[in-house]
């Protein structure tokens, strides 16, 4: 059973159990947040929870880990610019 | 062969090192470890003259923000991310206010610079502080350092060789020897190994009793950036954490330091233990400090912790660090001991470590900090 994630102005493909980083490498998507001072891309680093590399905005909530979050049935998640506050 | 050996690549080994350095002496610094990987990569970078009462620690705090900002002009301050942004202490009640103004009067008289704020006006100075607080008080000396980045610019500085990796065991008259089998040779060794300090003393056969106290700093999620920086202005801390740092009890105490960084994040220190180098952490610590952040801060509710980290504060039995030569083993120099202050007291004992061992005047007098004092 699959169903889809918003990820900015498309649709994501998602399956129960995966992380959003999960669901978001596997469409292609590579990055979903910008530095706080030079605005340089930055997605998944080590993908256990450690390094907050690949925080992301997360029905509106922002600095969530997308590597640890698991998909939910109509999440919306957006690119980060910066802190996200 | 060098002059001098230091042991330890802490700050204050840092400091030592290039004060000794700075009047022409060689110095090779040692550490089994990284550099600042003890308690100066485990703290906040806090320069406060503002926790401190009358007396000897705070003639030594006031003398070493002077050379702090000299420091700074050596380095460069944003190198070391030297903030000049002051403390605000506030308080809950009227009877908290009217003690803190009571400290602040004495401060005034040892050079301290207090300004009271008001309740009508703490909001003007920090915009997102908790509503209906006494009172507090401006001290605009204190400063923020990066700790880390402080000893590695300071090390820099004085041009000392550095081994980090290099275990010390034996110390002698003329040197010390590492794990591996090296000897580096000195006529002067110096003793800034931190909350191991009394190990380093043993190897040389002398007593110092330093021991450590445990204390936890929380991080929050990035609120701001170098251009605009988290909401928080200043260093603010209840007026409670005084008597937390002067405290002889054990058990956990808490109360909360809240600062912004340049890097976005905030701080939230400090809690005290004395349970050894117990490791681990203890979630009920960690809850006592958020909650006393937010009770200064109500929008922390709302913001994320990232990480925390843990760190041993080195603490002599009468809280006032050790500086200067050993009285039973000559040659031997001691500059440890400074509890949660090494980072604002570095410079300052640096430069007295360095006059002493030159026999020139010291920048203050260190009779209240003699090593001896516990023999």
Redesign the interface.
């Known amino acids: 059973m699959t169903y889809s994630i918003k990820f900015d102005d498309r649709n994501v493909p998602a399956a129960p159990g995966q992380t959003v980083a999960g669901a978001l490498w596997a469409a292609g998507v590579r990055s979903w947040r910008m530095t706080r001072d030079r605005g340089a891309p930055r997605g998944l680093f080590c993908g256990i929870g450690v390094c907050f590399d690949c925080l992301v905005t997360i029905d509106g909530v922002p600095n969530q880990r997308a590597c640890v979050i698991p998909v939910r049935p109509g999440m919306t998640v957006n690119t980060q610019p910066g802190a996200g506050h | 062969m060098t002059d001098v050996v230091v042991v330890g690549a802490g700050i204050v080994g840092a400091a030592c090192a290039y004060y000794a350095a700075r009047a022409g002496l060689t110095v090779t610094v040692l550490d089994r470890g990284p550099i600042a990987g003890g308690t100066s990569g485990a703290g906040e970078g806090n320069l406060l003259v503002s926790d401190k009462a009358p007396g000897p620690e705070l003639g030594l705090m006031l003398e070493s923000l002077r050379l702090w900002r000299e420091l700074a002009g050596v380095v460069g301050p944003d190198a070391i991310e030297l903030e000049p942004k002051g403390g605000l202490v506030v308080a809950a009640t009227a009877a908290g206010l009217d003690h803190a103004l009571q400290l602040a009067d004495e401060q005034r008289e040892g050079g301290v610079e207090a300004i009271e704020v008001p309740a009508h006006r703490l909001c003007a100075r920090e915009p997102r502080l908790a509503e209906g607080l006494a009172g507090g008080i401006w001290y605009p000396q204190d400063l923020q350092v990066q700790p880390m980045l402080a000893t590695a610019y300071l090390l820099r500085a004085s041009k000392a060789t550095v081994h980090c990796g290099v275990d010390v065991v034996s110390v002698d008259r003329g040197g010390v020897r590492t794990r591996d089998g090296r000897r580096f040779r000195a006529d002067v060794i110096v003793n800034a190994a931190g909350v191991w300090a009394g190990d380093v003393a043993a190897l040389a056969g002398t007593r110092l009793p330093v021991a450590p106290r445990r204390g936890y700093v929380l991080v929050t ?7 605009a920086p988290a909401p928080i202005r200043h260093k603010v801390y209840a007026a409670d954490y005084m008597s937390t740092v002067a405290s002889d009890d054990a058990a956990l105490q808490v109360s909360a330091v809240v600062e912004g960084t340049r890097a ?1 994040t905030v701080l939230i220190g400090a809690s005290r233990e004395r349970v050894g180098f117990a490791a681990g952490f203890s979630v009920p610590a960690l809850r006592r400090l958020a909650a006393e952040a937010i009770r200064l801060f109500p929008f922390l509710a709302d913001t ?1 912790v ?2 925390a980290y843990r760190g041993f504060r080195p603490y002599t039995p009468d809280h006032l660090p050790a500086i200067g030569p050993d009285p039973t083993r000559p040659g031997l120099y001691h500059a440890c001991g400074h509890e949660g202050a090494g980072v604002g007291l570095a410079p300052v004992t640096g430069a007295v470590i360095a006059a002493q061992i030159l026999g020139t005047p010291p920048p203050v007098d260190p009779a209240p900090f003699a090593a001896g004092r516990f023999a």
Do not use: M, S, V
């Not at chain 2, 999620?221 to 251009?227: A, D, I, Q, S, Y």
């Open positions: 999620e990035p609120l701001g950036n170098r251009r976005g994320a990232i990480r």
